[in-house]
C-alpha cells in the first residue's frame, strides 16, 4: 500500500516489472480498524411485522427516500417499496414523502409493518472477510479483491465482497461500492464509508479525474510501447441468452483505453492499461478486438489458448487491478492505492509461464 502524489511522468518499463515482483510478496493482510458503533437509533422495534420509526444518521444526510428504504428492506420487492411510499404510509418527521424526497440527519423516519425475507444462512456462517485491506482511512476503504468473487450479489450469487464488508463490520453505519470489478479480476476495489466520500468519488469517476490501471497478460507479441485504443462498445445478446460486448461504429458508446508495453516475450505480453473511460468489459472487448485476447479470459479469450493454460495449472484470467489515484472527495489530498499480485498471477508470469 502506498499513498503519494500521482506522477505526471510515464513510469519506466524496468521498473514497473521491479514494483510488479514487489508487488508480488504478499504481505501480511491488514487487520480492519475497529467498526464503528451505528449512528442510527431505533425508536420502535426493528425486526418482525410491525412499525418501524429510525432516526436518519448523518451517513445518510442526502440519500433519496427509496434508496434508503431499498437498502434498510432488504428483500422486499421494489414494487412494494414504492407502493408504500405512494400510499403514504413511509412518513418523515410525520408528513407524507415522495420517492424522491431527500433526507436529513435526524429525520425520524416512520416504515409500515413489512415482513422482510430471511436472512440467507451466509449470514450465520463467518464474519470473516478473506479480501486483503490495502488502505482505509475515517471515509474510504481500498481492498484487494480476490479473483472469483462478484462486488455485490445477485443474478443469481448469494453474496458478493461487499455483503462479507457488512458481515466483517455488522456495526459500521455505511458501506457501499464506489465502483465496480468483474467477478474474475482481482485488485483494487474503492468502497465508501461515509456519504459525502460515496458521492464525492461518484463525482471523481463521472469527471473522469482518477487514474485507474491494470496488468492483463496477452497472447500475442504486442508492438507498440504505448498505444491508444478508442473503439465503441455496445452490448448484444447471444443465442443462448449470455449477455456480452462488442465494439459497434453504429450503437455503440465512446470507449478509451491506453496500453503501455511493459513486457513483451515469445508469443506473449504483459500490458498496462489505463482506463479512460469505465465501460463494462472494457479492456477484454478492446484487447479481443485487436487480436491480443487476455489470459484465460473465458468471455472474449481464446478458447484452444486458455484449455492449454488450465492444463498447465493456470485457471483464472490474468487481469489485474494494479492501482488507483483519486483525488480524496473530503481531504483534497491526492492518493494513490496499489494492489500487490496475487501470487497466481506472478507464478504465471515470473515462473512457470506457458
Known amino acids: 500500500m502506498s499513498v503519494a502524489p500521482a506522477k505526471a511522468a510515464a513510469t519506466d518499463n524496468r521498473q514497473i516489472i521491479r514494483q510488479m515482483k514487489d508487488l508480488a510478496r504478499i504481505s501480511a493482510p491488514i487487520s480492519g480498524a475497529t467498526p464503528r458503533s451505528s449512528s442510527a437509533a431505533d425508536v420502535g422495534a426493528a425486526s418482525g411485522a410491525q412499525v418501524r420509526h429510525l432516526r436518519v444518521p448523518d451517513a445518510y444526510a442526502g440519500q433519496r427516500v427509496d434508496n434508503y428504504l431499498i437498502r434498510e ?7 412494494h417499496i414504492y407502493r408504500i411510499v405512494r400510499s403514504g404510509e413511509v412518513r418523515v418527521n410525520g408528513g407524507r414523502v415522495k420517492a424522491e424526497t431527500k433526507l436529513a440527519a435526524g429525520d425520524e423516519l416512520r416504515i409500515p409493518p413489512v415482513r422482510v425475507a430471511a436472512e440467507p444462512e451466509f449470514k450465520q456462517l463467518t464474519g470473516d472477510f478473506p479480501h486483503d485491506i490495502v488502505w482505509e482511512d475515517e471515509h474510504l476503504i481500498a481492498i484487494n479483491k480476490l479473483a472469483g468473487i462478484a462486488v455485490h450479489g445477485g443474478s443469481g450469487i448469494s453474496f458478493g465482497v461487499i455483503e462479507q464488508l457488512r458481515m466483517a463490520r455488522p456495526n459500521a453505519p455505511l458501506l457501499e461500492l464506489v465502483h465496480r470489478l468483474d467477478r474474475d479480476t482481482s485488485g483494487v476495489l474503492l468502497i465508501a464509508k461515509t456519504r459525502a466520500a460515496l458521492v464525492g468519488m461518484h463525482e471523481t469517476l463521472r ?11 496477452v497472447k500475442g507479441e504486442w508492438v507498440n510501447d504505448r498505444q491508444h485504443v478508442k473503439l465503441p462498445l455496445a452490448k448484444f445478446t447471444r443465442p443462448d441468452g449470455e449477455r456480452r460486448l462488442e465494439v459497434n461504429d453504429k450503437e455503440g458508446q465512446f470507449a478509451h483505453t491506453i496500453f503501455n508495453l511493459v513486457e513483451r516475450r515469445r508469443d506473449m505480453s504483459l500490458l498496462e492499461a489505463e482506463l479512460k473511460t469505465g465501460r463494462t468489459h472494457q479492456i477484454r472487448v478492446h484487447l479481443q478486438h485487436c487480436g491480443f485476447p487476455i489470459a484465460g479470459d473465458d468471455k472474449y479469450g481464446d478458447a484452444a489458448w486458455n484449455k492449454t493454460l488450465r492444463a498447465a495449472g493456470f485457471k483464472r484470467m490474468f487481469l489485474h487491478a494494479k492501482s488507483f489515484t483519486f483525488e480524496h472527495p473530503v481531504t483534497g489530498e491526492t492518493i494513490t492505492v496499489e494492489a500487490p499480485l496475487p501470487r497466481e498471477l506472478a507464478a504465471f508470469w515470473y515462473g512457470a509461464a506457458v
Open 73 to 79: 428492506l432488504r428483500g422486499v420487492p421494489k414494487t
Open 207 to 217: 469527471d473522469k479525474s482518477g487514474d485507474k490501471r491494470y496488468f492483463a497478460a
